[in-house]
């Protein structure tokens, strides 16, 4: 059971390129999140679902889009990424929206 | 506006020691408190997590005390080991994502 999956690992971009970060989940949860990590600062939400279909905005949702298409997958994009945007992605997922959650091994992203 | 505020920011205990960590919210409507840990380069993973109907609740080495009446709750870990060493991050949640803490940075010496 692999539980929730990132891709990529890590990432370098350009600022104002577009990028998608992947989330796959296999636990058949309801709920899924994406945080980012930042250093003193912990992880703010940034958007999450409440089930296939549904979308929420987090504590710092703007220049982040998300979609739910299904259970099982959950990416994040970064339309046109900024400097500010470098951080450390973690995805999640929860059988209840806030409660028990599990976390991706994270997505090292670097825009320049 | 930070609703968890997670205190001390950095810890070192030795070895068999007992560190503490205190966590504030403000929210009074929060009705799920978890503690999460972190390894270097890898995701949190859930370590304990708490309700608020109940004052203790122990799991192996690690204890949760919760002061609903204060809005604090606290990570005990007995008899620390190195391999405790690790970021801790408080949480809490209302039926929705999960408000973290900042962090405390934890370094058990052998």
């Known amino acids: 059971i692999a539980g929730i999956t990132q891709a990529p690992t890590s990432q370098i971009l350009a600022a104002g390129r577009r990028m998608t970060l992947r989330c796959t989940q296999d636990?058949?949860?309801?709920?899924m999140y994406w945080y980012r990590q930042d250093l003193g600062l912990g992880l703010r939400l940034i958007h999450y679902s409440n089930t296939a279909g549904t979308t929420g905005k987090g504590e710092v949702p703007d220049g982040y889009s998300v979609s739910r298409a299904n259970t099982d997958d959950f990416p994040l994009t970064l339309a046109s990424a900024v400097p500010s945007q470098t951080s450390v992605y973690f995805c999640?997922?929860?059988?209840?929206?806030?409660?028990?959650?599990?976390f991706g091994p994270g997505t090292r992203l670097t825009v320049l | 506006q930070q609703q968890v505020k997670q205190s001390p920011q950095s810890l070192i205990v030795q070895k068999g020691g007992i560190p503490i960590i205190n966590c504030a919210y403000e929210?009074?409507?929060?009705?799920?408190f978890p503690w999460y840990q972190q390894f270097p380069g890898k995701g949190p993973a859930l370590l304990i997590a708490i309700r608020p109907d109940v004052s203790e609740k122990k799991e192996g080495r690690f204890t949760i005390s919760f002061n609903k009446s204060a809005k604090q709750f606290s990570l005990h870990i007995m008899d620390s080991q190195p391999g405790d060493s690790a970021t801790y991050f408080c949480a809490a949640s209302r039926r929705r994502a999960l408000t973290f803490g900042s962090g405390t940075r934890l370094q058990v010496q052998p």
């Open positions: 929210n009074t409507a929060f009705d799920y």
């Open positions: 999640a997922s929860s059988e209840i929206l806030g409660r028990e959650q599990f």
């Open positions: 636990m058949r949860h309801n709920a």
